[in-house]
């Protein structure tokens, strides 16, 4: 720099990142020839970036423009300012999520850009400010993502806890099913709800994985194959030796309270005389973050032939089959009485290869059993 008319100066430092369409001051009323600038801190550019400094002794003012250049984008940054990591909340109190975005090249995100989200509940929302009422229980990690116009993006995280002051349990079911799809008869076992121990309320949670246990008396049921239902069925053992058959489930994602665990393809193999009981246990059942739930077990009471689940074999059975067949008379499921019909009683009369269904063959067996025919067995008699 040099000027005839005097010796001290005072220099300017702008940049622009849009080729000179708009300036930003860098430093002012600079004494010395020397600025640090760290060009993370500035909007990049694909060589369009400009300097120009602005140089004064008072009177006069002189510039200089350097030529185009590359300035690196750099990534957004994504901040959580509340809740706090490990914070405790109530189910259903205000849990008010607030965060921060910031880009160097678009300045402050908000709105759209900022997304929430948690691994239990999923998307929650968008903008800098989300307040919710509606988490449900568990420890939920709270992601707060930030998206820049360039498609680049940020997260923070967090871990809170919602409900730390229910102890959770859950009520089981397990009813009479028939598989539309090859009609195949057993019991499915269901979860009916989620609750409080201590005050019996109803609770929504998001369960990740079970494992349960079937007892029974193998010379009266058989258990033939276990299906998946609302979870992903990982591992089965079934050991009619023993009369016990085990299976375990996940789910990534969580799968609501009111919930499908599996479908076990059922077999009555005994006499028509033998009361035959079955009781399903969940061993373990946890939810998203990995709490455990107690359930109480369920036992189901079966009689090989008893369609009409009295406690007898008569001609009554036949005719309910027969009914079920053609429309007249439904199939039992949650509720067992006399105006259903017990499809596993009623399938298991004869047994059809790999699994059993009912057909009208099922209520023939049974009318030759009566006129003594068949034994107790539904074998032929010599």
């Given at each position: 720099?040099?000027?005839?008319?005097?010796?001290?100066?005072?220099?300017?430092?702008?940049?622009?990142?849009?080729?000179?369409?708009?300036?930003?001051?860098?430093?002012?009323?600079?004494?010395?020839?020397t600025l640090v600038v760290d060009f993370d801190d500035l909007p990049g550019s694909a060589n369009n970036s400009l300097l120009r400094v602005l140089a004064s002794d008072g009177v006069n003012t002189g510039e200089a423009t350097s030529g185009l250049f590359t300035v690196t984008k750099t990534l957004p940054v994504a901040e959580i300012i509340f809740p706090s990591d490990g914070d405790e909340f109530k189910l259903g109190d205000l849990v008010w999520l607030q965060g921060r975005g910031f880009d160097a090249d678009d300045g402050t995100l908000a709105d759209a850009s900022i997304q929430w989200e948690s691994n239990i509940d999923?998307?929650?929302?968008?903008?800098?400010?989300?307040?919710?009422?509606?988490?449900?229980?568990?420890?939920?990690?709270?992601?707060?993502?930030?998206?820049?116009?360039?498609?680049?993006?940020?997260?923070?995280?967090?871990?809170?806890?919602?409900?730390?002051?229910i102890v959770l349990a859950a009520d089981a079911?397990?009813?009479l099913h028939?598989?539309?799809?090859?009609?195949?008869?057993?019991?499915?076992?269901?979860?009916t709800r989620a609750f409080d121990l201590a005050t019996g309320e109803n609770v929504s949670a998001r369960l990740?994985?079970?494992?349960?246990?079937?007892?029974?008396?193998?010379?009266?049921?058989?258990?033939?194959?276990?299906?998946?239902?609302?979870?992903?069925?990982?591992?089965?053992?079934?050991d009619d030796t023993t009369g016990v058959a085990t299976f375990s489930g996940s789910s990534t994602s969580g799968v609501d309270t009111l919930a499908i665990l599996g479908f076990a393809v059922t077999r009555l193999a005994g006499s028509n005389t033998q009361a035959c009981s079955l009781l399903v246990e969940i061993t373990n059942l946890t939810e998203l973050g990995g709490t455990s739930v107690a359930v109480n077990p369920v036992t189901l009471e079966f009689r090989r032939g008893d369609a009409r689940a009295d406690g007898a074999i008569n001609i009554a059975d036949a005719l309910f089959i027969a009914q079920n067949l053609v429309g007249l008379r439904p199939a039992c499921t949650d509720v067992v009485d006399t105006n259903c019909l017990h499809s596993v009683n009623a399938a298991s009369v004869r047994h059809d290869g790999n699994f059993d269904k009912k057909t009208i063959a099922d209520a023939l067996f049974i009318a030759q059993h009566l006129v003594g025919l068949r034994n107790e067995f539904y074998n032929m008699v010599p």
């Open positions: 720099m040099s000027d005839a008319d005097s010796t001290e100066h005072t220099l300017w430092v702008q940049y622009s990142a849009d080729g000179g369409a708009t300036w930003a001051i860098l430093g002012t009323a600079l004494a010395g020839t999923g998307i929650l929302g968008n903008g800098d400010d989300l307040p919710l009422t509606s988490l449900v229980r568990g420890t939920h990690t709270i992601s707060m993502i930030v998206t820049d116009g360039d498609g680049n993006q940020a997260t923070d995280t967090i871990n809170i806890i919602v409900g730390a002051e079911s397990v009813d028939q598989d539309s799809a090859d009609m195949a008869t057993g019991v499915r076992l269901n979860l990740e994985t079970f494992q349960a246990r079937l007892t029974y008396n193998s010379s009266c049921i058989n258990i033939l194959e276990i299906r998946g239902e609302d979870f992903t069925i990982d591992s089965f053992t079934i």
